[in-house]
Structures are given as C-alpha cells and as structure tokens.
C-alpha cells in the first residue's frame, strides 16, 4: 500500500498545485508578506466551491461527508511536544471543506503524516482520496477553472 499512497499523494499534491495557480489566474488572489500572491481560499469556496456542494451526489457526497465527518486533525505544539488536535465537525460550507481539503496537503506537505512512513496509512488513503475526488469534481464543473489549471486563461 505505501507505493499506492505515494502515488495517491503525488496526484493530489498536483492537483493542489494547480488549484493554486488557477485560483491566483482567476483573480482569487490577495497580497500577503512581503506583496506575495496568495491565493484566497475562503472567497474562491463560498463563490465557486458551493458547486460541489450544491450538486453532490454518489461517491461525491460520500466523500463530502466523509471529510465533514472525519476531517483531518490539526497538528499542534502544546509544552513543547507536537500532537493532533481535533477540529470543528458541526459546520458544513464550501469554506469549510475547503479548510479540510487545505488542512489535508498541508499535514502532507509539513510532514505531519509523511515522515519516511505513513502515519495512519489507511485514514491518510481516505483523506487524500477523498480529498482528490472533491478537486477533481469540482474541475469538471466549472470550466474557468478547468481551462485555468490547464494554463488557459491569464
């Protein structure tokens, strides 16, 4: 399962990538330190994002509230010592999934889960699947956002 994992973490990094870039191409984009491009996560989520949700069914749904339900803890630094921390399950909107699906690459990418082996293999499979899934949904359905991630659009 490890090569699956690393191959499953690498399609979503990318994708998350490009999300990215997309978001700062469409004008979803703030100054931050130093005038920075930053993307702007919450208001690209609350305008386009609620397209996922406003839709959603089947394995979409389930992966909606899978993320809702179970969503990725935050790591934190309490006397010292890092731990994980549990985070809000009550609310669900577009900012919030969007949080959990940020929450996901960051954990990955800051090595919360990943440090020469996988922490939890299996909740780390369905956070980043899941995650993946909601991306790639929501490409399909707004095609600014497609034709963005695919370097279309300036």
């Known amino acids: 399962m490890p090569e699956d ?6 399609r979503f990094f990318k994708l998350f990538a490009q999300y990215e870039y997309a978001l700062k191409a469409m004008k979803y984009a703030r100054s931050g330190t130093g005038g920075q491009a930053e993307p702007e996560w919450n208001r690209f989520s609350n305008e386009i994002g609620r397209l996922v949700l406003d839709e959603a069914e089947g394995d979409l749904l389930e ?7 179970h969503p990725p803890k ?7 010592v890092l731990s994980w ?10 900012q919030i999934l969007f949080s959990h699906i940020r929450r996901v690459r960051n954990n990955l990418y800051h090595g919360g889960k990943f440090n020469g082996r996988w922490l939890d293999p299996d909740r780390s499979e369905e956070l980043i699947g ?17 034709e963005a991630i695919h370097g279309n659009q300036a």
């Open 74 to 80: 935050k790591q934190v630094l309490q006397d010292g």
């Open 63 to 69: 992966a909606i509230d899978y993320l809702f339900d």
């Open 85 to 94: 921390q549990q985070v809000n399950t009550r609310e669900r909107s577009p």
């Open 5 to 10: 994992l690393d191959n499953l973490a690498f």
């Open 130 to 146: 899941k995650s993946l899934m909601v991306l790639l949904a929501l490409k399909t359905r707004h095609n600014a956002l497609a």
